[in-house]
């Protein structure tokens, strides 16, 4: 039973503030590990092709912490859990750099993606309940530009303790230090109410098609975003639009127009319909891709297409998840479902992208985003005008 329905009042700004600075954490672990991977191998005198397994047990750990912290907001208090995550996050984070066999340290990653998974589902659960009575596409927008804003100072903090130390533990350690002051913080913070149904009712049956749908399109969007990401700096470099300097910077020019997009997506949902927003971007999505595609051969438009890309995806998945939050009664198992459907997505589109590169060649990328786009459009479209029957009571 949740037993969120705290006495004491809740403070909404302290709530949210909380929040954002538990995704900033989440996003500053994440985006370190990439850059960190070199060392990690040496460390654990592993070769490239074994120190991989890291991301494979990373993302194992993030899909089921995502589906069990689920399960967990709904049954136990969220602020609390958001604590036990933070530590856990803090600690396996701390010993990741420092291990010296290969088991030890995947053994680290998974416990660190496991509360990765929930801590993300809270976040994300609890800001909804904190601002069901309002508007939530600016909260759940700013959560997610907070993410990115971690991944993107985290990499300038790891360059700056490379040029002081030797070693890239301190930028770990950092991290986790700036981690226990929010565990103490959240275990103290007063409960956020669970969403209620129209009857007052915070435990509700599940509406299946509904939330498959949603499944699908966080599956299909997640893959696409992290397919393309992955992949335009070697699709640049294969087909010889871009040097390794120069596809370096459209990577990078990719994931900055993203977080701009992420920034601009907090002030575009105060003036239009969640809905309407996502139609937008998805159409704006497959316009960019198709700029790529048309002309396969011009290095301009493939920059044209990447920025133009992440302008449009950034605010795909907040946005998605604020729909979610005003036709269905949201719970943390529905959202543990939704960011399962994105791991399993952030995981599959780049394989079969791989694969498709050596199979078919690096043209291949973009069709294949652009068909998962389109996909997108089809389950959101279909979700938007479904009807969808609320449970009553007797």
């Given at each position: 039973m949740n037993t969120s329905t705290s006495s004491q009042p809740v403070n909404k700004l302290a709530l949210t503030a909380a929040y954002y600075l538990s995704i900033f954490m989440l996003g500053s672990f994440t985006s370190v590990a990439g850059p960190a991977l070199p060392s990690l191998a040496e460390n654990t005198s592993s070769t490239l092709d074994q120190i991989s397994l890291f991301f494979v047990l990373g993302a194992l750990g993030y899909l089921l912490g995502s589906y069990f912290g689920g399960q967990a907001y709904d049954r136990f208090p969220g602020n609390r859990i958001m604590a036990a995550t933070l530590l856990v996050i803090a600690i396996s984070g701390a010993f990741v750099p420092i291990l010296r066999q290969l088991w030890l340290l995947l053994l680290a990653q998974f416990m660190l993606g496991l509360a990765q998974g929930a801590n993300d589902v809270g976040c994300n659960t609890l800001l909804l309940w904190v601002h069901k009575d309002k508007g939530t596409g600016p909260y759940i927008n700013g959560l997610h530009f907070f993410f990115g804003l971690g991944a993107f100072i985290a990499p300038l903090v790891l360059a700056g303790v490379l040029s002081l130390t030797d070693g890239i533990q301190w930028v770990f350690w950092i991290f986790a230090l700036l981690s226990l002051p929010l565990v103490i913080w959240f275990w103290r913070l007063p409960e956020p109410r669970a969403q209620l149904d129209s009857n007052g009712n915070e435990r509700t049956p599940m509406p299946l098609m509904p939330v498959a749908l949603l499944v699908l399109?966080?599956?299909?969007?997640?893959?696409?975003?992290?397919?393309?990401?992955?992949?335009?700096?070697?699709?640049?470099?294969?087909?010889?639009?871009?040097?390794?300097?120069?596809?370096?910077?459209?990577?990078?020019?990719?994931?900055?127009?993203?977080?701009?997009?992420?920034?601009?997506?907090?002030?575009?949902?105060?003036?239009?319909?969640?809905?309407?927003?996502?139609?937008?971007?998805?159409?704006?999505?497959?316009?960019?891709?198709?700029?790529?595609?048309?002309?396969?051969?011009?290095?301009?438009?493939?920059?044209?297409?990447?920025?133009?890309?992440?302008?449009?995806?950034?605010?795909?998945?907040?946005?998605?998840?604020?729909?979610a939050g005003e036709r269905l009664n949201i719970t943390g198992a529905m959202t543990g479902w939704f960011l399962f459907g994105g791991g399993t997505g952030g995981m599959i589109l780049p394989w079969v992208i791989g694969q498709a590169f050596v199979g078919i060649g690096a043209g291949a990328m973009p069709t294949i985003i652009f068909i998962a786009v389109i996909l997108n459009l089809l389950s959101i479209a279909v979700f938007v005008y479904l009807p969808i029957k609320h449970p009553q009571t007797v």
């Open positions: 399109a966080f599956v299909l969007y997640v893959g696409a975003e992290v397919g393309f990401g992955n992949w335009i700096y070697t699709y640049a470099l294969t087909l010889g639009l871009g040097t390794a300097i120069t596809s370096a910077y459209l990577t990078s020019a990719f994931w900055g127009t993203f977080t701009v997009g992420r920034l601009l997506g907090v002030w575009i949902s105060t003036h239009l319909r969640s809905a309407t927003i996502l139609f937008v971007d998805l159409l704006g999505c497959l316009a960019s891709l198709g700029v790529i595609m048309l002309w396969g051969d011009s290095a301009l438009a493939l920059w044209a297409g990447a920025i133009g890309l992440g302008l449009f995806m950034a605010s795909v998945f907040p946005t998605t998840l604020v729909l």
